[in-house]
């Protein structure tokens, strides 16, 4: 109920019920809707009660060229691995405060934060319970740091979340090309200093990869600048 036919213009207010939303090869059922948008602004609310993903979600989203999301979500049950983001059973409940802009990790600014959370794989309880992840502005330089009961540390410098893969195989490629193939695309540059502590992760770790272990209590730090092709890392294991 409202009136506008675009996104500048759009003023409304929302009821929608939604009993079927197909995404990433899963079928999530019995969604309802309700709030206003108005200018660019969602206020509103949100709830769930699929089979595999039960949970409510309240807040603000501004959208933009840096868009704003300020909300908090409850989740009741959410099987990650019946909804297709993890590949073993793994299932989780805990509480999401949002408070952030941007489109994606790399423009990501501000603190996204769980809480009273429980993380079971194979139905067994993983030492989980907080997470938080901060991103900003310090002397010029970009920091993100995130920080859980069992690890915390952080990145600072120039860098590029999504890239970071792509840039350590671009420096290994250029002492090891017959190992290492470049990249298929441009790496902008990375130049970053990076520090990570872990305490009881190898439960974590083999949420990735089964069959790592090994890494409890241990202490990572280091450096990657890609203009002068170097790299500094000290690892304690």
Known sequence: ???GFN??????????????????????????????????????????NDPNLKGTLNGLISLGSQSRYNLVADIAHADLGAIKVTKEPVTFNGRFDLNFTGNNIDNFLGTARISNASLLRNNQPLSFDSLVVHSGFQNGNRFLTFSSNEFNGAIEGDFHLTDLPNAIQLFLNKYYPSYVKAPTRYIPNQNFRFNLATKEVDQFVQLFNKNLRGFNDSKFDGALNLAKNQLDFNAVV
């Open 1 to 3: 109920d409202g009136y």
């Open 7 to 48: 996104l500048n213009t759009l003023a409304v207010d929302l009821k929608a019920k939604v009993s079927r939303f197909d995404y990433n090869g899963y079928s999530y059922r019995n969604i309802d809707m309700n709030g206003k948008l108005k200018q660019k602004i969602f206020d509103g609310y949100a709830a769930i």
